[in-house]
């Protein structure tokens, strides 16, 4: 079977549903716009989303086929996102992740202060911090729609929002996404090149 590399993303059901989704599609373009089989999807355990309520969005990457794309939920991912920090305390973010593993977080929030709510912290290579809702100009909770509901139309374009920047940060240490094939596959061109350029990372 081809190796795949996984990624999943976490964020808030609803307001953050949109930017879920378009962070998911944002990093499996920019992989296929270097060859990659690819695929972007939502956690369908976790739906129908509500409220606040946390969710997980995925991506998958692989130099083949994917075998496994009827599996729904990514089991071993090395690369995790979170959109809302607060995701962190109470819930095992890095489920699976195979040690070596990538976290990238939208906080304002030290390296320290994330890695002290992390109790498996030692699965981790790397930890990059990016306020990504400040270079988004909002608080990052603002994109409530129905558009992932049944009947429900994309009327927005890809990563207006924080999914930009978390899109470039993510490239910081990631090889999978790079940053001008991640810029070209995202609407806030701008947000992902700030995304990369203040992102701080702590090699662990």
Request: charge should be negative.
């Given at each position: ?70 599996l ?52 981790l ?44 940060a ?22 992902v ?12």
């Amino acid at each position: 079977m081809a190796d795949v590399f996984e990624v999943t993303i976490w964020c808030r059901g609803v307001i953050q549903d949109m930017e879920g989704r378009h962070l998911s599609l944002v990093l499996a373009n920019a992989a296929a716009k270097d060859g990659k089989f690819v695929q972007a999807w939502d956690n369908y355990a976790d739906l129908p989303d509500r409220v606040q309520v946390p969710l997980r969005k995925y991506c998958r990457v692989s130099d083949e086929e994917i075998e496994m794309r009827y599996l729904y939920e990514n089991d071993n991912p090395q690369l995790v996102l979170v959109m809302d920090d607060t995701i962190i305390k109470g819930i095992d973010i890095l489920r699976g992740m195979p040690k070596g593993g990538q976290l990238v977080v939208n906080t304002k929030r030290s390296a320290d202060e994330i890695l002290s709510l992390i109790p498996n912290k030692d699965l981790l290579s790397a930890l990059v911090l990016v306020d990504a809702t400040g270079i988004a100009g909002g608080t990052g909770l603002e994109s409530v729609d129905f558009m992932g509901s049944e009947g429900g139309v994309e009327a927005v374009s890809v990563a207006v929002g924080i999914a930009a920047p978390l899109c470039g940060a993510a490239t910081k240490v990631c090889d999978k996404f790079k940053l001008d094939h991640v810029v070209a596959s995202a609407a806030n061109k701008a947000g992902v090149k700030e995304g990369a350029k203040t992102a701080v990372v702590k090699t662990l």
